[in-house]
T-cell receptor
Framework: AQSVTQLDSQVPVFEEAPVELRCNYS??????LFWYVQYPNQGLQLLLK??????LVKGINGFEAEFNKSQTSFHLRKPSVHISDTAEYFC???????????FGTGTRLQVFP | GAVVSQHPSWVICKSGTSVKIECRSL??????MFWYRQFPKQSLMLMAT?????????EQGVEKDKFLINHASLTLSTLTVTSAHPEDSSFYIC??????????????FGEGSRLTVL
């Protein structure tokens, strides 16, 4: 079975500071990896995904993530955050060639002025 | 972009009544739709997977008779919470994968429907 761990439930940060949201996964088979963002009272929006190829993946809104197979991690980073980045961020995995997503518990990013 | 719409976005009902939530893909055909449940400040829990014209596949622990899912067309799936009770109060979110050749790895999510059972 697959599982996703997001160790940080909340990450407070000041505007223009860098941020890293951590994600680790567990799976006995190869998986695809995703980061989704959820703004208040809204559905989820895809930030970025890793299917294959380069382990450094760039997404929307200046976010990027790096797939590290040996550490089974897929941490999300942004060099300089904005107030508008305040939201809930979910890491997710799916098995190859399936659309069934398993989500982590989410990390609340709170950006302060 | 691909848009998924849920209706209603917010519903309050009395205990014992049934509530239907619709999930529509507005500008694309969805091969598969998924239904999730999200508790406050928690992650999304996959409830079931539905494919057009076939029975939904429910995750372990999800009551099939409680949460009825119908996928009548490639653009519409419905979730009916039957005989709702206060513990069914939650945020329900649907997602859809687009009918396309090859795996794209992207799901499109609805805005969610907040159910409150009194």
């Amino acid at each position: 079975a697959q599982s996703v761990t997001q160790l940080d439930s909340q990450v407070p940060v000041f505007e223009e500071a860098p941020v890293e949201l951590r994600c680790n996964y567990s799976s006995s088979v190869s998986v695809y990896l995703f980061w989704y963002v959820q703004y208040p009272n809204q559905g989820l929006q895809l930030l970025l995904k890793y299917l294959s190829g380069s382990t450094l993946v760039k997404g929307i809104n200046g976010f990027e993530a790096e797939f590290n197979k040996s550490q089974t991690s897929f941490h999300l980073r942004k060099p300089s955050v904005h107030i508008s980045d305040t939201a809930e961020y979910f890491c997710a995995v799916s098995l190859h060639n399936t659309d069934k997503l398993i989500f982590g518990t989410g990390t609340r990013l709170q950006v302060f002025p | 972009g691909a848009v998924v719409s849920q209706h209603p976005s917010w519903v309050i009902c009395k205990s014992g009544t049934s509530v239907k939530i619709e999930c529509r893909s507005l500008d694309f055909q969805a091969t598969t739709m998924f239904w999730y449940r999200q508790f406050p400040k928690q992650s999304l829990m996959l409830m079931a997977t539905s494919n057009e014209g076939s029975k939904a596949t429910y995750e372990q622990g999800v009551e099939k008779d409680k949460f009825l899912i119908n996928h009548a067309s490639l653009t519409l799936s419905t979730l009916t919470v039957t005989s709702a009770h206060p513990e069914d109060s939650s945020f329900y979110i649907c997602s859809a994968s687009r009918l396309a050749e090859g795996y794209t790895g992207e799901l499109f999510f609805g805005e969610g429907s907040r159910l409150t059972v009194l």
